[in-house]
């Protein structure tokens, strides 16, 4: 009874009156008369299971399927995640249009996009087959693309990436960033959805590392924890304002590997088949079959005690 | 049938036992009589749900909501929050007074804390309010504050995080930590609940980040990936404990940036309107404007094969 | 009205036809008929709670269990996990099964390893209360073990290790990374379940740690945030292949301490109570008591502006 | 593995065929192009749930509401109902329309209705009131009228009455009966909602009662389990099709009492205050202050064995 | 703190072990060694749902389902729905093994049950169309047979009766009786499995209707709330035990109506075309085209007071 | 976006402040201060849920226990659901002191209330298995007492009159009747928790009984569905209240059975192993062996047709 008391005098309505002034001042500052209404990332995070689930029904969907009836399986989980997700996009494009931000509308409807989005969910499927074979082969550990599938933290970023990435260039950077970061939150890698990768993709370990918007990945790339692909500087327009949109993240070829904590910065090519060592700093563009590490050991021998 | 069998005799009060003597030695070994009752992780976890929810309503709460009702939500969410944090601050408020750290209780009871803690959180919402601007003004990619918001692990460390800074001022250090690993948990960001940080604050991307308990942050820093605001090394007392409590993490002025990895360690001051360069290592202080960045850069050529 | 008829016509049958043709596809590229049943990453997640809970049944499984009742809990609840992990085992052993490495099999049944796997739990918890301990001791934010025990990312991780070393050890491999990855995505610290680890050990941050297959660390070892214990590169066979299962990582012996950021690669021994500083880079062994650090302070000063 | 071929095999898209060749058939022989899509059993029985809780908040709602916080969860309940009910009523609406019943419309907007329903809440409130006051007087095993409300089934089911023929007035005859079956599978409690119900109306144990469409019940009635208010025949037109809508029930007027297992048939009318006896059967009117009950015992005793 | 200790001590052990010991001596007084294993209501509950979205997907399962998209639902759910009642018919044929009661195997192996199950639900689903039309023509108050089916408890015994009939036939009586009780639990409508009953059957209101196991209902029968087929009396062997299986309820012709409350017991036939009154009490067989009825009103008037 | 307008502005606030009055209203009739605080229904049905499983933990809790887990499962269901009983007692004793009805106080405590019951458990297990005999030796359609524990509504309801009569007992009359209308609505049947019922009790069908507060049933008692063990009348006081708690429900001796729809009203007395035919209105005691059944045939024949 009584520490029920406590709980009845501590001015709620007070503070939710005051909370109603911020808002509503926040609103007038970003001249709104409403607040935006934006896609649910709860939801997102359930459309992007059923995908895995329709794109692998048996291995990340429901192992009790049979011959038979894996077909309904993959048709009804379509069938639902369409829907959601032609609600999150309505939610998107509606927030667009409220922005006046006129040059992102590419005046796709919310039905033109998901037909375009389903009819590439099989091209999804025969990249992400290409990252389970390069993952098997690149890794001494694994003993089958079926544990690469189920276990790697690389395989769900870049099969978070392909599908936030189809999205991006279907209209949709919003969602698109928001399944970017579901993939970010559960695996600390970091990819944005405007980054364009080729096949036979795989990063290893992977926590840490950070791919940037404008970044093109070529075929067979390999990539350890902690590699950096970002801008070496960000440009401002005579007003002091970011530049937005310029090519300012590298491009990296074909069969390029590189280890773990290296740190590639500004719109430099690193030449097909090149090998990028551990933990290098590197801002100019090399040729191709460039085998880059660092100068010198960085490190000396003490034998006796001191602190660090 | 036959399986049913394999489960019946594997020897389960044998190992009760075993786990009950373990357990029991344990409490031996500390001293107590009976194990703590803690804080609930998961309770916990719902409670910074419904904190987003009251702070940002439609964005982080429920986006059905009218200009009506929005209000009703804020109040009924709030009343649940409360209760529910009342619970949790009671159960660390008896674990401190368990432990016999008399030093540790400020004399607030649970209701104190409660009311104090509501009365914050308008402060609060205006404080991240000023991240969302920086975040927004601070990455080319980002189209919003909307987009920031939903989006942007930085976010979600900094709202966790001065949510936690508030409850440790209170005197639930405990809770302060749990709330820090969860933001921690989703995001690769690891905020002390001690740290002090200031308005306009923005971490981009994230993934590794360390900032220590006695670290103090000015107005509009801004911090990448994998930066390390630490202790340089640990004091210890004449017996070789551990010293506690003492002030070993840097401060960081108004103004600063400081680029992806860099490290910086130990209680100097990085003078207001400076610029630290990626991967850059620091343990001394330095003054007001200056650009410090990595000495020579670290990379040779090769075009020929070989390992690395 | 129009919503729904938007939804009406998007091909789904070709859709699911195109997807099955992929999957029979790949299924004969492998030489398989039917698709693996893998074990499954939500009941193993389930699983782990329940062995927490069962370690700890106060501080992580039910606070309310009173003295009379709390072997009741652990009891059933032991009884519920090992049900479930019946099941995993299983699958796992089918799987291993269809894969036809004889060599992977050890000849043990799922209930032989269910007795063997319970028989170890009382070691397993003698093992992370010296975790707890070393925790305690090792960081001078901490205030009790219980701290530790809800809130460390490097107990989460540790008692992951431990239970999936213990299935790696068993012959389950793929059970015992899907293990680790849980791990791996709650804290960023990414330890291989083939690793050994002594007793006391203790991780601090932890955000970026990689901790290979065939590393071995002693006793009372500590480990800052972004430290590797990784590969110096991989061999490969005459035709090409990588070589599996070769000792490539490094021995860490007892009272090791290695800052953040850290990288060690290769079969090196890293000599008892040694120090390896910060951000080293370490490729050869270093004897008993070395302290190790970076050759020079890498950074200059400019009081003058200029981009970084 | 045997188990899982026992299931592979029995012939499901066979199956899927046969119950689309009947699905399709029965459309045609409606006359339909398309199946009907109806309102949700379940969401109607969380609205109703909802309804419940705005209308005795504390003892049907959320026991721990404080003063302070009582009037936010009744808002945020109330907002939370029209939502979901506006749906189901939109439902309702376009299902109507697809029957080409045009006389059903009333030209009332899913809003209209909303609006009203709403306003109407607070009449419903005060009528359950009475119910009430009427089964704590009516029943000498009530101690407070709080247990009647969370134990009597006749205030289930009148509490759902009320709401159903109120939406039944409003031209949304399918939820009403929807909801009029939801409190007669609870209960046993049989009432139409066309039925018109004054004040202060009690029904006791109540499983077996039936009241019909047209039945007109005055104030203060009460009434015990078993007991019809029903048509004595069923009226058909020239083609030998029933005729629907005529006034076929009973009236029964002020402070009557019928008890238990009263079969009361046609458009007859119970006098003001008249009683009603046991199994009495019915079928013509009786006045004001009639004490009916059954002209004889029909019972004989038998002191010797023998069947029934 | 204090209410915690209060449930500290009230003997749990002992408790658990006078369970223990009538649990033992229960199974003892059966000569079982082992406890039976049995279905499960719940989940034959689950089973019922989806067999209703099978027969009805847009009525009953899923209202938003396209053309396109229905035959993998139907599919998916089939699936579902013939896996799980997989599992609980091996619980009963397990179970019956274990009775001993050889006379009720029927050799049907699992797998053949499911299969012949399977493929009588398009029957099933005519039949209940049948009865929808039988509902909707025989209701004044029925503007639909969708309303029909969405509201009548009728629809729902009925339902749930012609599939626990199938599903006794094959030799499943206890799955059968628990699915009869789900449906007694709904609706008060009590209808043994093993009563056959022909088309276009429909009960109104249905409370307290009993239709006994060796009752024969023809087609289009008609049938109100609280009507009893029962056995007149039980005969005994010449030991005393009650002989099972004899036929002792009635057999009611085709196109015959029953109203509320009538009584009609043993093996008795009620003739093609008949009708039977309300709370007629039968016990022996009547022709074609009878009708029955009271044979007198059976109340009395009284203008004065007094009580009943 | 205009279906969202439409919710816009239906005058939440206006309504929430005419609820409140009416609530304001209503407890300043009933002189109280704050509303009353009351035991949850859908707690007090998980508590049944657990008692069943503790009573019967393979056939109603949970079948996978092995022999060597079952009391583990049993006394963690016991230490859960005495827990979760304790809140909901303390609730009531609350309750009922703000009733301000002394007489009603025995002085318990909650927690002497749970040691009662808690060691009552084991009586009530006993004879619900005397009642599972009298069941399966009184129905020609039972095959065993698994399947009378698991499908008869008869079982359900003296199961939870048991249960609610022993807490009636012990001074607990409201969470009593709410378990006992759990019952009611699950099964048809309704017993007040006061009623006395002896072992070896079997009610079949059992819809539409209703047994009254101060009815005492003797051992070996059958009842058929719609039974009534009512009151004749109500006594009213000189001031025309009703008398509360008077004796005035039958007697009913060892050995009576009574046939379906048998209506007996009064404090009269069944003399031991007398019989009561279907239907028969009773109003006065009968003496030992007496067989009671309705003195003649009610009906008539008529071959022509006409309307009932």
């Given at each position: 009874?009584?520490?029920?008391?406590?709980?009845?005098?501590?001015?709620?309505?007070?503070?939710?009156?005051?909370?109603r002034?911020?808002?509503?001042?926040?609103?007038?500052?970003?001249?709104?008369?409403?607040?935006?209404?934006?896609?649910?990332?709860?939801?997102?995070?359930?459309?992007?299971?059923?995908?895995?689930?329709?794109?692998?029904?048996?291995?990340?969907?429901?192992?009790?399927?049979?011959?038979?009836?894996?077909?309904?399986?993959?048709?009804?989980?379509?069938?639902?995640?369409?829907?959601?997700?032609g609600?999150?996009?309505?939610?998107?494009?509606?927030?667009?249009?409220?922005?006046?931000h006129?040059?992102?509308?590419?005046?796709?409807?919310?039905?033109?996009?998901?037909?375009?989005?389903?009819?590439?969910?099989?091209?999804?499927?025969?990249?992400?087959?290409?990252?389970?074979?390069?993952?098997?082969?690149?890794?001494?550990?694994?003993?089958?693309?079926?544990?690469?599938?189920?276990c790697?933290?690389?395989?769900?970023?870049?099969t978070?990436?392909?599908?936030?990435?189809?999205?991006?260039?279907?209209?949709?950077?919003?969602?698109?960033?928001?399944?970017?970061?579901?993939?970010?939150?559960?695996?600390?890698?970091?990819?944005?959805?405007g980054?364009?990768?080729?096949?036979?993709?795989?990063?290893?370990?992977?926590?840490?590392?950070?791919?940037?918007?404008?970044?093109?990945?070529?075929?067979?790339?390999?990539?350890?924890?902690?590699?950096?692909?970002?801008?070496?500087?960000?440009?401002?327009?005579?007003?002091?304002?970011?530049?937005?949109?310029?090519?300012?993240?590298?491009?990296?070829?074909?069969?390029?590997?590189?280890?773990?904590?290296?740190?590639?910065?500004?719109?430099?090519?690193?030449?097909?088949?090149?090998?990028?060592?551990?933990?290098?700093?590197?801002?100019?563009?090399?040729?191709?079959?460039?085998?880059?590490?660092?100068?010198?050991?960085?490190?000396?021998?003490?034998?006796?005690?001191?602190?660090?």
């Amino acid at each position: 009874m009584s520490s029920r008391s406590v709980y009845n005098s501590w001015g709620i309505s007070d503070l939710v009156g005051q909370l109603r002034e911020i808002r509503h001042l926040a609103l007038e500052n970003r001249g709104r008369l409403d607040p935006p209404r934006l896609p649910s990332r709860k939801v997102l995070a359930q459309i992007l299971e059923k995908v895995s689930a329709v794109l692998f029904p048996n291995r990340l969907g429901f192992p009790e399927l049979s011959n038979e009836s894996i077909d309904y399986y993959v048709g009804t989980t379509l069938d639902d995640l369409i829907r959601q997700l032609g609600t999150q996009i309505e939610l998107e494009l509606a927030f667009t249009k409220s922005l006046n931000h006129n040059s992102q509308d590419n005046g796709l409807s919310a039905a033109d996009i998901l037909q375009q989005f389903a009819a590439q969910l099989p091209t999804i499927r025969r990249l992400l087959d290409t990252d389970l074979q390069a993952a098997y082969e690149g890794d001494p550990a694994a003993r089958s693309s079926d544990e690469v599938l189920v276990c790697y933290p690389g395989i769900v970023a870049i099969t978070h990436h392909r599908i936030a990435h189809l999205l991006y260039g279907l209209g949709l950077p919003l969602i698109a960033r928001m399944i970017a970061e579901i993939a970010h939150s559960a695996t600390g890698i970091d990819i944005h959805p405007g980054a364009q990768i080729g096949d036979h993709f795989f990063i290893d370990h992977g926590t840490g590392v950070v791919i940037g918007e404008t970044a093109i990945i070529g075929n067979r790339v390999r990539i350890y924890q902690a590699v950096t692909l970002g801008a070496k500087r960000f440009l401002k327009d005579e007003s002091g304002h970011l530049l937005k949109g310029n090519l300012r993240h590298p491009i990296v070829e074909d069969d390029v590997v590189i280890y773990a904590g290296a740190t590639i910065l500004g719109r430099i090519t690193i030449g097909k088949g090149s090998t990028i060592g551990g933990n290098v700093w590197l801002t100019h563009s090399v040729g191709p079959g460039s085998h880059i590490h660092q100068a010198q050991v960085r490190q000396e021998f003490f034998d006796a005690g001191g602190g660090i």
